[in-house]
Every structure is written in C-alpha cells, then in structure tokens.
Nanobody
Framework: QIQIVESGGGLVQPGGSLRLSCAAQ????????MAWYRQVPGKRRDLVAL???????TYADSVKGRFTISRDNGKQSIYLTMNRLEPEDTAIYFC???????????????WGRGTQVTVAS
C-alpha cells in the first residue's frame, strides 16, 4: 500500500509565506512525477506545480515567481514554498504522486487527503 501524507497548511495573512510538505510512504519501486494541486469547493482541482524525479518543474501561471516546488528523492518527498500569498491562493492543497509499486509491479496515481491553506487578514 501507498500513503501520501501532507502537512504544513494553515492560516496566513496576505503577503505571507507557508511551506507545504508531502511524503510518499510504502511499497515504492519507482516514484515518478510528484505534484501539488489545489481545489476550491465547487470548482475543479487544478495543477499548482509539478516536479519530475529528474527535478524538472512546471508551474501554473498564477503562481510563477511566488511558489517553488522542490523534491528529496531519498525521502520520497516534495515541498511547496509559497511566498507573497494572496487571498486567491486559498484552497485545499493536494499532493499527487505517480508511483510504481513492488509486488505487484503496477503503476498508479496516488493522492493525499489535502491540507487547507487560508489567506486572509
């Protein structure tokens, strides 16, 4: 079994910073892409930032220059450093990982349960 565990959400004032963490745990053979998505109630879940196991990154236009995604392959973890936060960044942030497991050797997409980020005065 694979578990995706997020942490680091909370309440922050506009202009402030937060750092989210995500760790993949379990029967991992290969951990490919990992990413952060976010979702506001009633809307679709959108990509925020993605990082490959080779550390190539992709960002949504709305967060470029403010958010940084990083990865520690040894810890099967990714991080999202969020600076200059805006009220529009308020959402539930979900961690995603595409993982091939050992026994059975199967590749699937895995999601965390989400962590709330609220940007308000």
């Amino acid at each position: 079994q694979i578990q995706i565990v997020e942490s680091g959400g909370g309440l922050v004032q506009p202009g402030g910073s937060l750092r989210l963490s995500c760790a993949a745990q379990g029967n991992i053979f290969v951990n490919y892409d990992m990413a952060w998505y976010r979702q506001v109630p009633g809307k679709r879940r959108d990509l925020v930032a993605l990082i490959t196991k080779e550390h190539t990154t992709t960002y949504a236009d709305s967060v470029k220059g403010r958010f940084t995604i990083s990865r520690d392959n040894g810890k099967q973890s990714i991080y999202l450093t969020m600076n200059r936060l805006e009220p529009e960044d308020t959402a539930i942030y979900f961690c995603y990982a595409r993982i091939t497991t050992l026994e059975p050797i199967v590749t699937n997409d895995y999601w965390g349960r989400g962590t709330q980020v609220t940007v308000a005065s």
